[in-house]
């Protein structure tokens, strides 16, 4: 039997060192192309409470739920024409009188008191038409819905600068309305006929409690 050694390998095995980790390493860098991932954007919303102290009186037409309706006795100390005429027919005075009588006359009015409520102040998204604002408005219908004053209630009050900035369109499809009927008779037409140019709407607006809850879920796939 042959052995044939020459063909083995007669070199000395070297162990290869293994690397230790140094107490001075740097830790590694980040990985390329990671990116932190920036923080949600958020429009901006400024919103003040009223209270029903405050005596803020409401023209037009708006929910009974958004208003104490007062009735209260008015008097009025002008002159009245028919009033003289009378008194001076009947020699109450005379008509050459420098002094005529002025009687003071009361009348009944109600007066339309707002409540407890969130009024919108202010709004502007970094980004229009991306969905901040109408977030922001969620939030804040959440907020008004489990406060046991306002009950839900919010109003505001569209004063655009430019036509272009007019917000009464961004409201009115969330469900505001104004208290002018006539107002909102000019979004409806508006929205039906898909105008492009909706001329801008001045007044105050208000959102009904029937459509809070379509706020709430708005823009959600059921």
Do not use: W
Request: hydrophobic share 35%; charged share 25%; with cysteine.
């Amino acid at each position: 039997m042959i052995n044939n050694i020459s063909t083995m390998d007669m070199r000395p095995q070297m162990t290869v060192a293994k690397a230790t980790p140094s107490v001075t390493s740097m830790s590694m860098p980040a990985i390329l192309g990671f990116k932190t991932p920036l923080l949600k954007e958020k429009a901006t919303l400024r919103v003040k409470k009223i209270k029903r102290g405050d005596n803020i009186v409401i023209p037009g037409e708006i929910d009974d739920d958004y208003v104490d309706i007062v009735e209260e006795e008015i008097e009025y100390k002008g002159k009245y024409s028919e009033i003289l005429k009378s008194y001076e027919k009947n020699n109450f005075f005379s008509s050459s009188s420098s002094s005529p009588i002025y009687t003071p006359r009361t009348y009944k009015r109600k007066t339309k008191y707002l409540k407890n409520c969130y009024i919108i102040d202010y709004i502007q998204s970094p980004k229009p038409r991306n969905g901040l604002g109408t977030e922001a408005l969620k939030q804040l219908a959440e907020k008004a819905m489990f406060d046991s004053r306002a009950e839900g209630r919010i109003v505001t009050f569209s004063a655009p600068i430019l036509k272009e900035s007019s917000p009464a369109l961004f409201f009115y499809k969330l469900g505001f309305r104004f208290t002018d009927p006539v107002c909102n008779a000019v979004m409806e037409e508006c929205l039906k006929n898909n105008m492009p140019d909706i001329p801008a709407q001045i007044g105050m607006m208000y959102l009904p409690k029937n459509r809070l809850n379509k706020l709430l879920h708005y823009g959600e796939l059921f």
